[in-house]
Nanobody, 123 residues
Framework: VQLVESGGGLVQAGGSLRLSCAASGSTFTITAMAWYRQAPGKQRELVAHINSEGGSTNYADSVKGRFAISRDIAKSTMYLQMNSLKPEDTAVYYC?????????????????WGQGTPVTVSS
């Protein structure tokens, strides 16, 4: 599975951005996807998570009510709509995918990451 993010950039506080993550390869075995972010000098943190069917989502408290994660399974693409952006949202945003396959009597999990797309929110 390969993941490619796009949509990052520079935006003023209060503005919006939409990130995309295009998956290719064995996408039919992806069980869940998520967006993470890493700000300078900080650890990578989970922003939002969505299950394989797209019916269950979870958000970090810091983005609840402002960000929305979604998936277009037919296009193998995940999105992150970011509204009311704040300077503290500045970070490199990474796409993550979890893939599970049944092999030799047990489930094996694989994790995949995109290369990251930078988001800068100016005050």
């Amino acid at each position: 599975v390969q993941l490619v993010e796009s949509g990052g950039g520079l935006v003023q506080a209060g503005g919006s951005l939409r990130l995309s993550c295009a998956a290719s390869g064995s996408t039919f075995t992806i069980t869940a996807m998520a967006w993470y972010r890493q700000a300078p000098g900080k650890q990578r943190e989970l922003v939002a998570h969505i299950n394989s069917e797209g019916g269950s989502t979870n958000y970090a408290d810091s983005v609840k009510g402002r960000f929305a994660i979604s998936r277009d399974i037919a296009k193998s693409t995940m999105y992150l709509q970011m509204n009311s952006l704040k300077p503290e949202d500045t970070a490199v945003y990474y796409c993550y995918a979890e893939r599970k396959i049944y092999y030799d009597g047990s489930w094996v999990e694989y994790d995949y990451w995109g290369q990251g797309t930078p988001v800068t929110v100016s005050s």
